[in-house]
């Protein structure tokens, strides 16, 4: 089983309209970190935003936050307010809390890509 | 303050050809983590340092994969008698070493292979 799905393999989105990446997850830990990156064509990856399980509130930084549903195991990327710079692949990365486990385990991706 | 950085942006080789790729981490930085990305495989970890030493070598694909670091800082992955199918982006990461799951890994912007 894929420990993380990104379904969206491609959106489409005008500027400045918000736009919600998906990504659900799958682990029997109770302690993982959920982070997600930004990879534009340069092909650096960019770290955007991290959720930590025992995290209450969903993370936030600028323009970024993440919509944390724990029960549903996903942690969807909410970018508001988008921009033409917004256009690149996103990632959804799980990190899970188990001793000796330093990895991230990436899903597919979703191409973003932001329409004047 | 400097990012990771790793070179050469761009190799090319002959099938057979070993191949050694650098990665200097973000200065303080204890953790250093290898991942290759790959349009069939997506992104893969492949091995994590904690200073000097690797605890985990899990996901190095074969013995003609092998990776080192010294002093604490510097990391060289070396691939011998190269494969058409090395061909991949080799990302290296680093990180504070504070432990999951919520260290944030800090990506450099690869070296491109190209295995002829």
């Known amino acids: 089983a894929q420990k993380i799905t990104q379904t969206q393999p491609g959106m489409f989105v005008q500027e400045k309209e918000a736009v919600t990446l998906d990504c659900t997850y799958d682990?029997?830990?109770?302690?993982?970190?959920l982070f997600w990156y930004k990879q534009p064509s340069s092909g650096e990856m960019i770290f955007l935003i991290y959720?930590?399980?025992?995290?209450?509130q969903n993370a936030t930084e600028g323009r970024y936050s993440l919509n944390f549903q724990k029960a549903r195991k996903s942690a969807n990327l909410v970018i508001s307010a988008s921009q033409l710079g917004d256009s690149a692949m996103y990632f959804c990365?799980?990190?899970?809390?188990?001793?000796?486990?330093?990895?991230?385990?990436f899903g597919t991706g979703t191409r973003l890509t932001i329409i004047p | 303050g400097a990012g990771v950085s790793q070179s050469p942006s761009n190799k090319v080789t002959e099938k057979g050809k070993d191949v050694e790729l650098r990665c200097d981490p973000i200065?303080?930085?204890?953790?250093l983590y290898w991942y290759r990305q790959s349009l069939g495989q997506g992104l893969e970890f492949l091995i994590y340092?904690?200073?000097?030493?690797?605890?985990?070598k899990s996901g190095l694909p074969s013995d003609r994969f092998s990776a080192e670091r010294t002093g604490g800082s510097v990391s060289t992955l070396t691939i011998q008698r190269t494969q058409q199918e090395d061909s991949a982006v080799y990302l290296c990461?680093?990180?504070?070493?504070?432990?999951?799951?919520?260290?944030?890994?800090?990506f450099g912007p690869g070296t491109r292979l190209l295995v002829l």
């Open positions: 682990t029997s830990d109770q302690s993982y970190g």
């Open positions: 990365a799980m990190r899970e809390g188990l001793l000796g486990n330093e990895k991230l385990t």
């Open positions: 200065s303080g930085h204890t953790a």
């Open positions: 990461a680093s990180g504070l070493g504070q432990g999951p799951p919520w260290e944030t890994q800090y």
């Open positions: 959720q930590g399980s025992y995290d209450e």
């Open positions: 340092f904690q200073g000097n030493s690797a605890p985990d």
